[in-house]
């Protein structure tokens, strides 16, 4: 479902993406794990065209893209077949909890009103916010604003999810509902990839996992494999300074 090859992505001078190999099947579940300032935000941002990358090739759904000869029409295709959650939330303040999530309905994929807003109404009641749909987001919690930034990103019926340390924003009582949101979205058989620091999250909700630092894939492996047998050194050292 996702393919990258020989992804380069260097910030002026600073090799921050060195060659990255990966792929993820349809319906898998993937984390990447990996120290602060290791390009795993980078390498998310890089795949849906937010970061322009610097070499390699983007593959998504079979939609195969040179990134260095993308044309607008590959970028939009990209980004079309991902959704993405993001840390900070990035919810539009001035619109309610419904319009968030119906905005990218009727302004990006043309839905009508009327069926955006019976979409986003379900999507919103299947992460709990059924009560909550003319709120605006400074009158909810952290982890329902979060959960906001799931049911739009779910709205679209993307191809991939992808999720930036979707807990990180959030104070420690409401990482669990936002957790558990994450996994019922899992168990419905979506293809995923996933950057977070909550290691048994990670464990119980992936197929694989990838450990990255410094702009490579340091190791590779099934959550069981990775988390009970890791074979490189600075993946033991990794896993045991972060329990
Ligand atoms: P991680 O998500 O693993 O913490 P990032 O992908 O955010 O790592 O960052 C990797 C490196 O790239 C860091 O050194 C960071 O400072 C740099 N970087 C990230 N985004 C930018 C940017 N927009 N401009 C310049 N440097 C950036
Ligand atoms: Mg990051």
Known sequence: ???????????DQQHVLKGIDFSVNKGEVVSILGPSGSGKSTLLRCINFLEQPTSGIVEISGKRVNVETAKKADVQS?????????????????LTVL?????????????????????????????????RLNHYPVQLSGGQQQRVGIARALALNPEVLLFDE????????LVSEVLTV?????????????????????REISDRV?????GIII??????????HPRVER????LSKAN
């Open 78 to 94: 990209l980004r079309l077949s991902t959704g993405m959650v993001f840390q900070q939330y990035n919810l539009f303040k001035n």
């Open 235 to 238: 993946t033991k050292q990794f």
């Open 210 to 214: 990838i450990f990255m630092e410094n």
């Open 166 to 173: 979707p807990t990180s924003s959030l104070d420690p009582e």
């Open 219 to 228: 190791e590779e492996g099934t959550a069981e494999q990775l988390f009970n």
């Open 1 to 11: 479902m996702i393919k990258v090859e020989n992804i380069h992505k260097y910030f």
């Open 99 to 131: 319009q968030n999530v119906m905005v990218g309905l009727t302004s990006v994929k043309k839905v009508s009103t009327i069926e955006a807003k019976k979409i986003s109404t379900d999507i919103l009641e299947k992460v709990g916010l059924q009560d």
């Open 182 to 202: 994450i996994k019922d979205v899992a168990k419905e058989g979506n293809t995923m990839l996933i950057v977070t620091h909550e290691l048994n999250f990670a």
